[in-house]
């Protein structure tokens, strides 16, 4: 007999009640610990309104973190995250801080100024992010081409699984348009989503079952699989991930470095790939504005 | 990728790999001496001698290379010192009974065991061994196979206590537990032969999902043995879903070596075993021999599915 699982709306509950106490103890954390703290909070906030109630100090405490970030100069290592922050700081707070707002005319200007027509839908996800900070003009995305014999992606390393699923996502404007993506194709990044989930690579899983959604597959048997797989991996304390040696390995390379970090991440990718396969028609690059 | 049609290249396939086998029967063979056996060899042998009946199923015993490891089984079999040890030693009847029975269903009788067998299953102990469930749709298949007569349920019956029965996860199911997956599904299906969509009802559609799923899992873990097994799995059930179906049984043709034989999971091209010239023979049949035989049996089950005439085998 099949258990019943928590429902996805339950699971972004938890997980946003251990979110607010990750950052209780007032510790530093690093640069993409607060980018990933800021994403999973709008998720959070999207997908489960009623969980915004647990972060009192949310509009503050993301006007002090997005300013210590561009005080540091540490914004450049992902301008597309931060360009997701800045949104949500907009979203949350109406306007954004002087020193955000500085970076965002500096990321404008170094995207107006790349021109690459080989690698075009790589720079799209930073120009459809300033296009919802209304600070650039609404582009189509770029052509870009898709395996035509998929089969070989079947035996393909991780960095050309990602560069499929980036594609994807570009064509279909994080699932705003239609395009005419092959089934085969699909089929074959069902399979490697599962093969990732059963290497516990939840980070390129999510990447997979996103892209499936974005090109319309969520309601496949295989999507359905790859999600009871994520819920049953929610822990008591809402996180997601049993990460143990990962983070045993984390504190050996670097031990400075908050263990939380990599939980964090990946209950960021967890929630973030349940919402947007859900039956609900959600995309977190496309409804935050 | 080659434009040459996929039945050219599994009938190449098998060509290969039937010299292979043939180049190395040595191997195959089970005797320490005249009065002994060697243990880690029955295997093997038995499993030689299974491939065999599969052949003969599709009418393949007058197959030149099969008739030469057919000869070699039959008179292997057939020596004192193995020809008795099926009922002094009842416990080892999966791997000796499927030699005779196998050689029972090539057209080779063997009387003197058959009444062996026989008596084994009428003194009652084959019916109480301990045996997993899809073990013991093994042993019904040996004994329904040659056939023997015999009091254990049917096949249909023992499928449902199996783990296919019940669809697991694809992301839960380990590769011990893929291996009792597809025996249940090439005994039940009879390699096949039988149309199993009846018996399955309403779970015949998520199983091929489940087999279709595990085997793009396994192509791109590149475990050419369990590929090969869900290749003739996916045969049996006449579910070849593309472009999986197509993709993996391209990645097996590639994986197939000059030599002819099919790297098993475990074949490690570094091993310090392959430096010397004999232990690297050893070393290869050891770790190849099984993912050779399997790939040898899906693609003679694919070619005698389209009714390729079997003159194309011949080399």
Not at chain 1, 58 to 78: I, K
Not at chain 1, 171 to 199: M, V
């Amino acid at each position: 007999m099949r258990t019943r699982r928590p429902k996805p709306h339950t699971a972004t509950t938890r997980a946003s009640y251990w979110l607010a106490s990750l950052f209780r103890d007032g510790r530093d954390a690093t640069p993409s610990m607060m980018m990933n703290r800021y994403l999973l909070l709008s998720l959070c906030r999207h997908t489960d309104p009623s969980s915004c109630h647990v972060v009192d100090d949310e509009r503050r405490a993301m006007e002090t973190t997005l300013g210590r970030l561009t005080f540091r100069n540490l914004l450049t290592c992902d301008s597309s995250a931060v360009l997701l922050c800045a949104i949500v700081q907009k979203h949350a707070i109406g306007k954004l801080s002087s020193a955000v707002d500085r970076y965002v005319i500096d990321a404008t200007r170094a995207v107006a100024t790349q021109h690459d027509a080989a690698s075009e839908y790589k720079l799209y996800s930073a120009r459809y992010l300033l296009h919802r900070l209304d600070r650039a003009p609404y582009s189509p995305p770029p052509v870009c081409e898709l395996p035509h014999h998929p089969g070989p992606l079947l035996l393909a390393g991780e960095q050309d699984l990602r560069d499929v699923a980036n594609r994807i996502a570009v064509l279909t404007e994080y699932g705003a348009r239609a395009a005419d993506i092959p089934h085969g194709l699909l089929t074959i990044i069902e399979t490697l989503a599962l093969h990732s989930l059963r290497k516990y690579n939840l980070a390129l899983a999510g990447v997979l079952l996103r892209a499936l959604s974005y090109a319309g597959a969520a309601s496949g048997h295989g999507v359905q699989v790859a999600r009871d797989f994520l819920l049953d991996h929610q822990r008591d304390d809402g996180s997601f991930g049993y990460l143990g040696p990962e983070t045993a390995a984390l504190a050996q390379r670097r031990p400075r470095l908050r263990p939380e970090s990599v939980t964090l991440n990946a209950t960021l990718v967890c929630l973030w790939t349940l919402a947007e396969t859900s039956p609900s028609p959600f995309s977190l690059y496309r409804d935050l504005s | 990728m080659t434009t040459t049609r996929l039945d050219t290249q599994q009938a190449a396939m098998m060509v290969s790999s039937l010299d292979w086998l043939l180049a190395n029967l040595d191997l195959f063979y089970p005797l320490r001496s005249t009065s002994s056996v060697d243990v880690e060899r029955i295997k093997p042998f038995a499993e030689l001698a299974f491939l065999c009946g599969i052949f003969a199923q599709r009418g393949r015993q007058t197959d030149s290379r099969l008739t030469h490891i057919l000869d070699f089984v039959d008179d292997t079999a057939r020596q004192p010192a193995l020809r008795d040890r099926l009922i002094r030693q009842p416990a080892t009847f999966l791997l000796y009974g499927t030699i005779y029975a196998a050689l029972e269903r090539s057209g080779r009788p063997c009387p003197p065991e058959r009444h062996a067998i026989q008596t084994l299953i009428d003194n009652g102990y084959l019916a109480t061994m301990e045996l997993v469930p899809f073990r013991r749709m093994d042993l019904v298949y040996t004994l329904s196979s040659a056939p023997y007569r015999h009091p254990l349920p049917p096949l249909s019956v023992l499928y449902k206590d199996t783990l296919i029965y019940k669809l697991p996860s694809p992301l839960h199911v380990s590769t011990s537990d893929v291996y009792g997956i597809t025996h249940a599904i090439f005994y039940l299906s009879d390699f096949g032969r039988v149309d199993v969509r009846t018996i399955m009802g309403d779970r015949f559609e998520a199983t091929c999902r489940l087999l279709t799923w595990l085997l793009g899992i396994y192509t791109r873990a590149s475990n050419w043995d369990i590929v090969g097994e869900l290749l003739i799995c996916c045969h049996c059930l006449r579910c070849k879903a593309e472009p999986l179906f197509g993709v993996s049984w391209n990645a097996l043709i590639n994986a197939q070596t000059s030599a002819g034989d099919v790297t098993g999971p475990y074949f490690d091209p570094r091993s310090s075993r392959l430096r010397k010239a004999h232990t690297a023979i050893q070393y290869r049949f050891a770790e190849n021999y099984h993912t050779t035989l399997v790939a040898t049996a899906a693609c003679l089950l694919e070619i005698a599915s389209r009714g390729i005439d079997h003159e194309d085998t011949e080399a």
